[in-house]
């Protein structure tokens, strides 16, 4: 009987851990498939941003290699399906990283980390669309998984035939310097283009920070003064009050003038003078 008991006991404390260890795995999973939605981009992975996208965008529109052909707004929010995009096409270009392809040192194959290269599990870099001919020269197009870039761009080269890359064609996704460019750095006039372009973006709130309101509460605090200059007249008017009937006459002369009071000094000096002397009039 103690046996039978022993061993239904072991049974269910198995069955316990069981589904504990299934309940716990299960949420465990859960919770790092969304893990990547939890951290949120911080303003210097903006910033960060910012900058390569001011790189990559003055190369090619600064350098006078190339022209732009087209621009268009990518109309998806999906940062999913966006990014997705790029690491379809790495993949096929690690399918075919045995191919030529033109680069400016001549036609080659390139190694992987010459397309892309993956920084964290946020943040990679890598190039343009087209591969079939890249310019290794060019800054690569920096790509954080929790900011979604704004536009499709393409660039042709604009025209040398001693250049190996000639026929350089780039598209690629492009985040808009003025879309992502932290509000705090914008001047007066990128806010109001970045208003007029993307309306949508949220902006900070604009209300008046606190350090100008603590400044009005300084600025008041010295006009209280008054206020303390006329409360400490109130007992200066007492005092001069007091010495107009405080005085008396202290000396050798009977109770009944010593503690006689007068209006003022010269009251009790007129008194004192007119005191007959002691044995006159006796």
Same mark, same amino acid.
């Given at each position: =009987?103690?046996?039978?008991?022993?061993?239904? @006991? /072991?049974?269910?404390?198995?069955?316990?851990?069981?589904?504990?260890?299934?309940?716990?795995?299960?949420?465990?999973?859960?919770?790092?498939?969304?893990?990547?939605?939890?951290?949120?981009?911080? /303003?210097?992975?903006?910033?960060?941003?910012?900058?390569?996208?001011? @790189?990559?965008?003055?190369?090619?529109? #600064?350098?006078?290699?190339? &022209?732009?052909?087209?621009?268009?707004? &990518?109309? @998806?929010?999906?940062?999913? #399906?966006?990014?997705?995009?790029?690491?379809?096409?790495?993949?096929?270009?690690?399918?075919?990283?045995?191919?030529?392809?033109?680069?400016?040192?001549?036609?080659?194959?390139?190694?992987?980390?010459?397309?892309?290269?993956?920084?964290?599990?946020?943040?990679?870099?890598?190039?343009?669309?087209?591969?079939?001919?890249?310019?290794?020269?060019?800054?690569?197009?920096?790509?954080?998984?929790? &900011?979604?870039?704004?536009?499709?761009?393409?660039?042709?080269?604009?025209?040398?035939?001693?250049?190996?890359?000639?026929?350089?064609?780039?598209?690629?996704?492009?985040?808009?310097?003025?879309?992502?460019?932290?509000?705090?750095?914008?001047?007066?006039?990128? #806010?109001?283009?970045?208003?007029?372009?993307?309306?949508?973006?949220?902006?900070?709130?604009?209300?008046?920070?606190?350090?100008? =309101?603590?400044?009005?509460?300084?600025?008041?605090?010295?006009?209280?003064?008054?206020?303390?200059?006329?409360? @400490? #007249?109130?007992?200066?008017?007492?005092?001069?009050?007091?010495?107009?009937?405080?005085?008396? &006459?202290?000396?050798?002369?009977?109770?009944?003038?010593?503690?006689?009071?007068?209006?003022?000094?010269?009251?009790?000096?007129?008194?004192?003078?007119?005191?007959?002397?002691?044995?006159?009039?006796?």
């Amino acid at each position: =009987m103690g046996t039978g008991t022993c061993t239904v @006991s /072991l049974a269910a404390v198995f069955i316990f851990l069981f589904v504990v260890q299934v309940a716990y795995g299960q949420g465990s999973k859960e919770k790092n498939k969304n893990d990547i939605n939890i951290a949120q981009a911080t /303003l210097q992975d903006s910033l960060a941003i910012y900058n390569n996208a001011k @790189s990559v965008q003055d190369f090619y529109e #600064k350098s006078g290699q190339y &022209i732009k052909t087209s621009e268009s707004r &990518i109309k @998806s929010d999906d940062l999913d #399906k966006i990014h997705a995009g790029n690491d379809k096409k790495y993949e096929e270009v690690l399918r075919t990283i045995n191919n030529e392809r033109y680069t400016p040192q001549g036609k080659r194959k390139i190694r992987p980390e010459e397309y892309r290269v993956n920084i964290d599990r946020y943040k990679y870099k890598q190039r343009e669309l087209s591969d079939y001919v890249l310019n290794t020269d060019a800054p690569m197009q920096l790509f954080d998984r929790r &900011i979604a870039p704004q536009l499709l761009v393409d660039y042709t080269m604009s025209g040398n035939p001693l250049n190996p890359i000639n026929d350089d064609d780039v598209d690629f996704k492009m985040y808009d310097p003025i879309a992502v460019k932290p509000y705090s750095m914008l001047t007066p006039d990128e #806010k109001a283009a970045r208003a007029a372009k993307y309306p949508a973006i949220v902006q900070p709130d604009t209300k008046p920070a606190p350090a100008p =309101m603590e400044k009005v509460v300084k600025d008041k605090a010295p006009q209280k003064a008054p206020e303390k200059v006329v409360t @400490s #007249k109130a007992p200066q008017q007492t005092n001069e009050k007091a010495a107009e009937t405080d005085f008396i &006459i202290a000396g050798p002369v009977p109770d009944s003038v010593r503690f006689k009071r007068f209006k003022s000094k010269k009251e009790a000096e007129e008194y004192i003078k007119n005191l007959p002397v002691k044995g006159e009039g006796e």
